[in-house]
């Protein structure tokens, strides 16, 4: 399967199974249209029609070249992975995301977790809860060596002696077991004050910082309690945060979510930049249609055009440099086939906990019943739910197979299918739109750096 687009003054190819990526001419561009596997050898009579626009020199050269990439198996190339998708078993937890706290203290408009609850009451973890997940973890990983917790919520900083109780903790146990712990933590930044920068800088690998871009687009959306501004409080503290993290080389990112409200969400990037801000991600909310700021799929166009448009500034090189993490694709090495089939791991090697102990399949599922898995006190996994999660990949996802974007996101998330299509195989199709929008702006930008560094 190939998939071809026209991006920054490129014609680009993308073969979906070997992941080879092509800069052709217009007349391969075109010629592709024309052809399928197996190539012959001997240049169909068809592409006659295309003497109108080339030379029968141009046309005959063009499709040798073609003929060779098929032959080494970096155009059209079979799916070698199909064969895998029947063996797919469960894999040993190696990532947690502790919702330390199912409270918080913005009431963002857009709050998956129903403003920090979740549906439920307000409370935090106790630290013997978090120590519990710790042990969990650590049984549950098997011979997995390196493992990861994020700290999350809710707000992660009303919790924060089990946040430090649990890290410590952590640490005084992972070398008797033979493990190494990367914790990372989300926090909106409200209750940052120096104690606790120091403290994330030294134990947290990655640090993220919710943040949506321009002071109007993040107070109208993520506003406090009291209904006041959130941008002036955090905005110099995640300064700090980072500047820090930058002279300890440690990694972070400033997190943005853009909803129908600033469907010009490429200046709030470009505004986060200005701050000093490089590492950088704008997620799309996900929410019913019916609330006035979500996204549908009208509004992809206005969408798309504000995709093309961040490309082309992280194109040009006389624009500050950043990293936006949906323009981020390694197409040298990528992830190993079992993450190529069903991504991010929900209910096998990756599973939430919340406050009391239940385990869940991740932290969007957190608080649908159906969905409970065990609890950490136990030690106990529903083994249903982790066999169903681990036959759902993209060979079993309504309509994955015969995407070309399919080993690149994987079929998507399984939360955002179950809550608003209703079935963790059938893919939230608006994602899906904007997920291949994002990936070609992505190649292109490695296309448009390799092509730089050849001249």
């Not at 203290?105 to 998956?112: E, S, V």
């Not at 990861?148 to 109780?165: I, K, N, Q, S």
């Not at 090189?317 to 991504?343: S, T, W, Y």
């Given at each position: ?160 002696d089990t946040v430090v109780e ?261 893919p939230h199709i608006i994602s ?9 702006c992505a190649l292109a930008l ?10």
């Amino acid at each position: 399967m190939i998939h071809k687009f026209r991006q920054l003054g490129y014609n680009i190819v993308l073969d979906t199974e070997s992941n080879a990526v092509h800069v052709v001419d217009d007349c391969a561009y075109e010629m592709l249209d024309l052809i399928s596997a197996p190539m012959n050898e001997n240049m169909p009579e068809v592409f006659i029609m295309m003497l109108n626009d080339f030379s029968e020199e141009q046309v005959r050269e063009t499709y040798s070249e073609l003929y060779e990439l098929w032959q080494k198996g970096a155009l059209f190339c079979s799916d070698d992975y199909r064969r895998f998708s029947d063996t797919m078993v469960k894999s040993p937890v190696k990532s947690m995301c502790l919702n330390v706290a199912h409270d918080c203290n913005l009431r963002c408009g857009y709050c998956f977790a129903q403003t920090g609850d979740f549906g439920g009451e307000r409370c935090v973890m106790s630290p013997e809860t978090g120590k519990a997940a710790i042990d969990f973890l650590i049984k549950s990983s098997e011979n997995r060596e390196n493992l990861e917790l994020d700290f999350f919520g809710g707000e992660p900083l009303m919790a924060w002696d089990t946040v430090v109780e649990t890290v410590k903790y952590a640490r005084s146990v992972e070398k008797q077991h033979g493990k190494h712990f990367r914790f990372t933590i989300t926090t909106n930044g409200i209750l940052l004050d120096d104690e606790k920068i120091k403290f994330i800088n030294s134990e947290m690998s990655n640090c993220v910082l919710s943040l949506d871009g321009r002071r109007e687009v993040n107070d109208k959306m993520r506003p406090t309690v009291n209904g006041g501004s959130s941008y002036d409080v955090i905005v110099p503290k995640f300064q700090k945060v980072v500047e820090e993290r930058r002279r300890a080389n440690k990694d972070y990112y400033v997190r943005a979510t853009f909803t129908k409200n600033n469907l010009d969400f490429a200046d709030d990037i470009i505004h986060l930049r200005s701050l000093g801000f490089t590492q950088l991600s704008a997620e799309p909310v996900v929410a019913d249609e019916k609330e006035p700021y979500a996204l549908t799929m009208d509004d992809l166009p206005k969408i798309f055009s504000e995709y093309d448009r961040l490309c082309e500034y992280m194109a040009d090189e006389n624009n500050p440099r950043f990293n936006f993490f949906h323009f981020m694709v390694d197409i040298d090495q990528g992830p190993c086939a079992i993450k190529r089939l069903r991504g991010c791991g929900c209910g096998n090697d990756y599973v939430a906990v919340e406050p009391h102990g239940d385990i869940y399949p991740c932290h969007q599922f957190v608080g649908i019943e159906n969905w409970k898995m065990g609890n950490v006190a136990d030690g106990t996994l529903n083994e249903d739910i982790r066999n169903y999660f681990a036959k759902t990949h993209i060979y079993s996802k309504n309509g994955c197979s015969g995407c070309w974007a399919k080993f690149y996101c994987s079929g998507g998330c399984n939360a955002n299918a179950f809550i608003y299509e209703g079935d963790c195989r059938t893919p939230h199709i608006i994602s899906c739109e904007m997920q291949k929008k994002r990936l070609e702006c992505a190649l292109a930008l490695v296309v448009n750096k390799s092509m730089k560094e050849y001249e």
